[in-house]
């Protein structure tokens, strides 16, 4: 049970999880972007300084969590690939295998 659980949840849900958290992590890029310009409109240097900078940690730190993500989704997505590839190249041979024993 536990592993056709953990079957399900690597095939379906990691992504859905994925692609929640890259939504996320958009959101607050832009939220940081937003913020950024609403800053340039600031009269006061202070508030201009704290903002900008505020704004800046913002998106930084939401583009390293998107490009992690990203890299970690596309690592998983060669590596089901490969696996797929190699499962059926194992059928492959072993059909033709038998292929061959059955003609000798």
Request: aromatic letters at 18%; charged letters at 15%; proline letters at 1%.
């Amino acid at each position: 049970m536990k592993q056709y659980l953990n079957r399900i949840y690597f095939k379906y849900f990691w992504w859905v999880w994925q692609l929640i958290l890259l939504i996320i992590s958009g959101f607050f890029l832009l939220l940081g972007i937003q913020i950024v310009i609403y800053a340039y409109r600031l009269n006061n240097p202070y508030n201009f300084i704290l903002s900008f900078f505020a704004s800046n940690l913002i998106i930084l730190i939401s583009l390293v969590i998107l490009a992690g993500i990203v890299y970690r989704m596309i690592g998983v997505y060669r590596l089901m690939y490969h696996k797929k590839k190699h499962l059926q190249d194992d059928s492959v041979r072993s059909s033709n295998s038998g292929n061959q024993e059955t003609k000798q």
